[in-house]
């Protein structure tokens, strides 16, 4: 079945950086997108990046921009999320995502297929 495992999370200070994993296995190796959203107590999943499978194009939110940088390793089925210069608003647990679909979508409802969730903590 579809699988996909994050890992990496953490508790950091501001300022640091963590690197997320997401392994994929089974159907979503079929996934033409792949995504990264996060989540607090009370609010919606927010978009924060997004890669393209085929082309490597990667897609971020305003938010991150300059912070984060999103990757793949097609041989290992794998891709990550490097946040750098983390800041207390960062806070909040991290989900990867995939799609079938090969337009990239910022929403969290698009998406197909879900990790359980990795926790980052970033401390003032």
């Known amino acids: 079945q579809v699988q996909l495992v994050e890992s990496g999370g953490g508790l950091v200070q501001a300022g640091g950086s963590l690197r997320l994993s997401c392994a994929a296995s089974?159907?979503?190796?079929?996934?033409?997108?792949m995504g990264w959203f996060r989540q607090v107590l009370g609010k919606e999943r927010e978009f924060v990046a997004a890669?393209?499978?085929?082309?490597?194009?990667?897609y971020y939110a305003d938010s991150v921009k300059g912070r984060f940088t999103m990757s793949r390793d097609n041989a290992k089925n794998t891709v990550y999320l490097q946040m750098n210069s983390l800041k207390p608003e960062d806070t909040a647990v991290y989900y990867c995502?995939?799609?079938?679909?090969?337009?990239?979508?910022?929403?969290?409802?698009?998406?197909?297929?879900w990790g359980q969730g990795t926790r980052v903590t970033v401390s003032s």
């Open positions: 995502a995939a799609t079938e679909s090969t337009v990239v979508a910022r929403h969290w409802i698009y998406y197909d297929y």
């Open positions: 890669i393209s499978w085929s082309s490597g194009s990667t």
């Open positions: 089974g159907r979503t190796f079929s996934s033409a997108v």
